[in-house]
């Protein structure tokens, strides 16, 4: 008897094992389906913005600066050129109107034949109820064409669940310094 016992004892703390990470899967499920509503999940809802974006490449202050620059002689596009920004969002064009947010992010100029720009960017609202919300912006954007669309694929706060589309139109660009500043109409349904 006293032979088997050890053999015993290990077939028992085996089926203990066993047993206690099966019901630590129970308890610790990591997945289940969750009610909407009770997550206040209603009604989605469209929300509109016309708000102003400040690329300032010049002065003492600037929101966009390059940070890659590619060898001088591999493109005559700026192909590989990419941009750090952390841009104005005004309500209106001019600088002194109302600031509702900040684009934070990077563009890449990712074309070879013409000026078409990877955009990855988050609008930090910091007005009003959206404050502390935002939304990611990602798409392309090749900006001598008179609109773009970009969609816009998730947000936080206000803003979870976000999907929707951004449309931008330059609204003045001065060659010589590289500034700009463009109109972005976001479409997007959050709840
Ligand atoms: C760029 O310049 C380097 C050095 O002058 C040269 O070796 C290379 O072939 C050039 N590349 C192109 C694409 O012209
Ligand atoms: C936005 O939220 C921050 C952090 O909670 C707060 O410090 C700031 O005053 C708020 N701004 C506005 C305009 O409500």
Known sequence: MARFLPIFATQIIFLLFLLSSFTKIQVHGYAKTMNKNLMGLKKEKLTHFQIYWHDI??????????????????????????????????????????MVGRAQGFYALASQEEVDLLMAMNFAFIEGKYNGSSITVLGRNPVFSKMREMPVIGGSGLFRFARGYVQARTHNFDPKTGDATVQYNVYVMHY
């Open 57 to 98: 490449q010049s002065g003492q202050n600037p929101t966009s600066i390059s940070v890659v620059r590619p060898p001088t002689n591999t493109s005559t596009n700026g192909f590989g050129i990419i941009n750090m920004i952390d841009n104005p969002l005004t309500a209106g064009p001019e600088m002194s109107s109302k």
